[in-house]
Structures are given as structure tokens and as C-alpha cells.
């Protein structure tokens, strides 16, 4: 079976830290693009972030550059997803996804895991 396993979700305080990881089961991330969505209540779900299959490449949304930082250890067919400086607009909940390109587009993303609580609050 071909699953995608999101954690390390949790609540935090603004100004806080966590780190989401997304591993997979049942199929190897080695090839495969990996993106983080998020989906905040009564909001359309959005890309946070993608890296490539190498992991030479990166993007992130405008609204998490220089905060959040992914990335990938294909030994251990996982990617992270290390968030900082948390603020309340983050609370949502993060899915990861796997698919053939880097890229914001979910049309992309073949394999989706089934989501992580993030809330920050104090």
C-alpha cells in the first residue's frame, strides 16, 4: 500500500518552532518531487513548499521564505519541513505530496498523506 505519513504537528506558541516530517511507505521518494500544502479553516489549500527529487532544488511561498526550510533524507524516505518563527496566520493543516515536479501546482502530486494539525497560539 502506498502511503504518505505527515507528523510532528502540534500546538505551539508564536515564536515557536516544529518540525513536520512526511514519510512514505510502500514506494521510495527517491524520484519523486515532494511539495507541503497547507489548508487553513474556510481557505482554499496552499503550497508552502516543494524540493526536488535531487534536493538541489527548492521554493517556497512568499509567506514562509526565510522561516521554514525543507528537506530530504532519501535513506530514510523522509522529507522535513522545519518551521520557525511561527506566527498565528500559520495555523493550518499541512499536508505533504508526491509527485514529478517541484511546483505549487497540486495537479502535479500523485500521492497525498492525510494531514497534520499545526495551530499556534498562545
Known amino acids: 500500500q502506498l502511503q504518505l505519513v505527515e507528523s510532528g504537528g502540534g500546538l505551539v506558541q508564536p515564536g515557536g518552532s516544529l518540525r513536520l516530517s512526511c514519510a512514505a511507505s510502500g514506494f521510495t521518494l527517491d524520484y519523486n518531487a515532494i511539495g507541503w500544502f497547507r489548508q487553513a ?8 513548499s516543494c524540493i526536488s527529487s535531487s534536493g538541489r532544488s ?4 512568499d509567506s ?5 526550510t525543507i528537506s530530504r533524507d532519501n535513506a530514510k524516505n523522509t522529507v522535513y519541513l522545519q518551521m520557525n518563527s511561527l506566527k ?5 493543516v499541512y499536508y505533504c505530496a508526491a509527485g514529478g515536479d517541484c511546483t505549487s501546482d497540486e495537479a502535479w502530486y500523485d500521492y497525498w498523506g492525510q494531514g497534520t494539525q499545526v495551530t499556534v497560539s498562545s
Open 58 to 61: 527548492t521554493d517556497y511561498a
Open 64 to 68: 514562509v521564505k526565510g522561516r521554514f
Open 88 to 92: 498565528p496566520e500559520d495555523t493550518a
Open 41 to 48: 479553516p474556510g481557505k482554499e489549500r496552499e503550497g508552502v
